[in-house]
Structure formats: structure tokens, C-alpha cells
């Protein structure tokens, strides 16, 4: 089973940028899909970015679109979110997840969660 710790959140103002990182323990990303969702305060926990294990083909929500970038590190084992032109509404936690049978939105097609980290936008 491979563990997810999540990196790289933190405060910053609107339009401003951060890296989020996700390491892995105990398995290879490569064997996985990988996903990034996010949960705010009252919210339920939504998609945000996705990336297929067999060639690495990228997918993501509407909000994240043009603004935010998924990319894998095989040789570090990680998973980045790179998050530009942040708004006040991409406050949230952040969660990495992988799939060992498929990826994509849909949260139940995850088989491990990280910890999360905060990201919170100030206007």
C-alpha cells in the first residue's frame, strides 16, 4: 500500500502561486493514477486534477483550467500541483489520492488519501 504526504501549502495573496507536492512511501506513482481534490470549510471534497498512470495524460475541473498544472517527478516518486493566479475561492484543504485500477473525478476510484495541506488565498 502506498502512503501520500502532502507539501507545500500555505498563505499567500490573490494571484499569487504555490507548489504542492505529494511524496509517496511504500510504492512506486508510477503504478498509480493520481488525483488532486480539495475540500473548504462547509464544502464537500471536489476534483481538481487528474493524471493517468499508462502515459500520463492530464485532466481537470473547469475551476482549475488554464490556472493549474499536474505533472509527476518518477525519479523523485512525487506528484506536483502547481497552482497560479490563485483566488480567494481556491481556499481549501488539499488532498492527494492515488488508484491503482484507474483515475480520473470521481473520488470512490481512489484507493489512498493523504493528510492534506491548507491553502488559504487572501483578497
Known amino acids: 500500500q502506498v502512503q501520500l504526504v502532502e507539501s507545500g501549502g500555505g498563505l499567500v495573496q490573490a494571484g499569487g502561486s504555490l507548489r504542492l507536492s505529494c511524496a509517496a512511501s511504500?510504492?512506486?506513482?508510477?503504478?498509480?493514477?493520481m488525483g488532486w481534490f480539495r475540500q473548504a470549510p462547509g464544502k464537500e471534497r471536489e476534483f481538481v486534477a487528474a493524471?493517468?498512470?499508462?502515459?500520463?495524460?492530464?485532466s481537470y475541473a473547469d475551476s482549475a483550467k488554464g490556472r493549474f498544472s499536474i505533472s509527476r517527478d518518477n525519479a523523485k516518486n512525487t506528484v506536483s500541483l502547481q497552482l497560479n493566479s490563485l483566488k480567494p475561492e481556491d481556499t481549501a484543504v488539499y488532498y492527494c489520492?492515488?488508484?491503482?485500477?484507474?483515475?480520473?473525478?470521481?473520488?470512490?476510484?481512489?484507493?489512498?488519501w493523504g493528510q492534506g495541506t491548507q491553502v488559504t488565498v487572501s483578497s
Open positions: 493524471v493517468r498512470r499508462s502515459d500520463g495524460i492530464t
Open positions: 489520492a492515488s488508484s491503482s485500477t484507474s483515475w480520473g473525478a470521481y473520488a470512490p476510484l481512489y484507493d489512498n
Open positions: 511504500g510504492r512506486t506513482l508510477r503504478s498509480y493514477g
